[in-house]
């Protein structure tokens, strides 16, 4: 595994914990898309078939699928159960049809091979390009975030950016090139720059998280 990849890996498991430390210290779910994190259930289930078939790639790679799996499942009872009145889904009105549907289309359409498993995977990596919408939209309702909020999808944003030098990395060093997760993994990277030209200048300066009236 390269550098890249392992510290795409880290910023994605940062986003993660830095998510769950907002809802667990706050005790609210507030500002957060329950829509997202759906998104994400179905991304790593899809994406993570293998788990279920028997095949063995390594440890590390096992720990982090479980991982990802388990933990965006734990966040959704939290905003479900535990902290379901701190919700409003009022403002969490994204329609998921319009983001599944078109990548379930894309998967089918552009793919490996044309057997359950690879389709699947190549669903869940076009779904994740576009999962921080429901997020985004919230952002752009309320237009403004908790700091703790807005350091969450930087982490995803980095997570997600970190990816582009890998694929550089991996084609240079290994000859190898994805054009799907190469695609997907650009439009999902050009989606945070607004959310990123925010942030470094006003998040990181100590001013809070709001977008241009």
Known sequence: ??????????????SIFILLHKIQTSRSCRGISFKTQAIYVIVFVSRYLDLFTGVWISFYNTVMKLFFIGSSCYILYLMRVQFRPTYDPSLDTFRLEYLVGPSLVLGLLFNYAFVFTE?????????????????????????EAESITTHYLAALGIYRGLYIPNWIYRYYTEHS??????????????????FFYV??????????????A
Do not use: C
């Open 119 to 143: 389709i699947m995977w190549s669903f869940s990596i076009f779904l994740e390009a576009v999962a921080i919408f429901p997020q985004l939209f919230i952002l752009q309702r309320t237009g």
């Open 177 to 194: 090139f994805d054009p799907i997760a190469v695609f997907a993994g650009l439009v999902q990277t050009a989606l945070y720059a607004d």
């Open 1 to 14: 595994m390269n550098i890249f990849r392992l510290l795409g890996d880290l910023a994605h498991l940062a």
């Open 199 to 212: 942030y470094f200048t006003k998040v990181l300066q100590g001013k809070r998280f709001e977008l241009p």
